[in-house]
């Protein structure tokens, strides 16, 4: 299989679940071997975030200390990285929350932090891992919208795995479409003629959106019932 | 008033004080055998007098040595063990059984062996309370680190975090709440190897003390030493339950 991920670029890919996606992103950032082939980036592995689909904060760490963390990691000084946390807890409106223990934030609230601490890092990349999936409606409309601003603003490139059909359409420049696995692979690219800067939201409104909603879901279904028939 | 949870310690205060008072009322009334069941009185005398003639301060210091020292021991060996047993396979294979069957059997039988082997002295009470609280915390800390939540371990490296990150911001903080949640077991069984220790071999010591008052048939002495050692570990627990929950101040939403 062979994707790529253009500077500044949204891409998502979507397929059916046991598809690889996870596998893949766990590739990218070297989590996981690949069984065969190779990743390659033109950025350094440091400048690759990674916003897993649980937050994944440290519990005993405040949310200053969780962001401030990869920063100390990478040797900047602890009072220096203190101060820079507070600086992107302020952006993602999490100010005051400094001193908050991830038990005693919300579901939102500990998403935002997650972010907080993979953009202080100021990577060329983030990968999501379904990172929406678990919030409630609105709080994920209003994450979204800040990822995607934030996103647009720093021009970082983002791949994001995820089956919802509608948040790979309104979020990315480029979808592709994986298939059924084992041996997954992608089957499709798909431009999203959609312009930025972007509202996620509205977005879903654009002319483009319904057409390329419904091919989306044409293949992705056709995707699903191969395997059912093969099966 | 009656039924507010605000007011559960007075009203578990007034039922212990009626039962005191019936307690007492029988035993003047003839209707307990002051040989097996002293009156709270006598109890309370036999308490005053333990500490105002300065007696008990010994055999106190002797429990307190042996269950603080075999407490601190214990742990100490017992999170080293877990953590080198979870890290090296090789060393769990070796190690695992050998707890296992320590776990499993009552541990304090061990106590006429260390009397043999440390005689008896401080150090065959040390030994008990020990190997009591060793095995406990080796199994909370080995079990425990097998079960690190890997989401947090791959948190951690994908932020750029080294080996010694992982240990100092992952392994050491688990490692610190699961022994803090045993801690207060850990004090109980302290205690518990201290004072059979004491019973069966001792100069000095609560247990001693216990086992002297056995053998004088003297009840009053025997319920003003349960009495005493009850509250000792309580004001112990008292600290420990202070201590957990700063420590693990994160865990409280």
């Known amino acids: 299989m062979s994707l790529a991920v253009g500077d500044g670029r949204f891409v998502s890919l979507v397929g059916p679940s046991g598809s690889g996606k996870s596998s893949l992103l766990r590739a990218v950032i070297g989590l996981q071997q690949p069984l065969s082939g190779t990743v390659e980036t033109n950025v350094a592995p440091a400048q690759v975030g990674i916003l897993f689909q649980d937050d994944a904060l440290l519990p005993w760490k405040t949310s200053r200390d969780n962001v401030a963390l990869g920063l100390t990691f990478n040797g900047m000084e602890r009072s220096k990285a203190l101060a820079e946390a507070e600086a992107w807890l302020d952006r993602l409106d999490l100010a005051g929350f400094g001193d908050r223990f991830p038990r005693q934030l919300s579901g939102g609230q500990r998403k935002r932090v997650a972010l907080a601490q993979v953009l202080a890092m100021r990577p060329k990349l983030i990968l999501m891992d379904e990172p929406f999936a678990s919030l409630d409606a609105i709080v994920r409309a209003r994450v979204v919208k800040d990822v995607v601003a934030l996103v647009e603003h720093e021009s970082i490139s983002v791949l994001l795995v995820t089956h919802d059909l509608e948040e790979a359409i309104s979020l990315s420049d480029e979808v592709y479409l994986l298939s059924q696995g084992p041996r997954a692979r992608i089957t499709q690219r798909y431009p999203v003629p959609i312009p930025r800067p972007r509202d996620p939201v509205d977005s879903r409104t654009h002319p483009a959106f319904a057409p390329l909603y419904a091919k989306l879901w044409a293949d992705l279904s056709r995707e699903v019932d191969h395997r059912a028939e093969a099966a | ?253």
């Open chain 2, 1 to 253: 008033m009656l039924l507010d949870p605000r007011y559960t310690w007075v009203r578990q205060l007034a039922a212990f004080t009626v039962l005191l008072a019936i307690w007492e009322l029988a035993g003047r009334a003839g209707m307990l055998n002051p040989m097996y069941v002293p009156n709270p009185s006598r109890i309370g005398a036999a308490l005053i007098e333990l500490f105002s003639d300065g007696r008990i301060w010994p055999h106190l210091d002797a429990t307190f040595s042996a269950a603080l020292g075999g407490l601190a021991l214990g742990i100490a060996v017992g999170i080293l063990l877990g953590v080198v047993a979870a890290l090296v396979p090789f060393i769990a294979e070796l190690l695992e059984p050998v707890m296992t069957v320590l776990n499993a059997i009552p541990r304090v039988i061990l106590a006429p062996l260390f009397v043999i082997w440390l005689g008896i002295g401080l150090a065959s009470k040390v030994a008990l309370s020990f190997i009591l609280v060793a095995v406990l915390i080796f199994f909370t800390v080995f079990t425990g680190i097998r079960q690190v939540d890997r989401r947090l371990v791959e948190r951690v490296i994908t932020l750029g975090g080294d080996r010694w990150a992982l240990v100092r911001h992952v392994y050491l903080p688990s490692v610190t709440a699961w022994v803090l949640s045993n801690l207060k077991i850990a004090v109980g069984f302290a205690f518990t190897g201290a004072c059979v220790g004491e019973f069966v071999a001792a100069t000095r010591g609560l247990g001693y003390l216990l086992s002297f008052a056995q053998s004088t048939y003297n009840a009053a002495l025997m319920f003003a030493l349960i009495l005493l050692i009850l509250v000792v570990v309580l004001v112990i627990f008292g600290v420990a339950e202070r201590l957990e929950k700063y420590l693990l101040r994160w865990n409280r939403v």
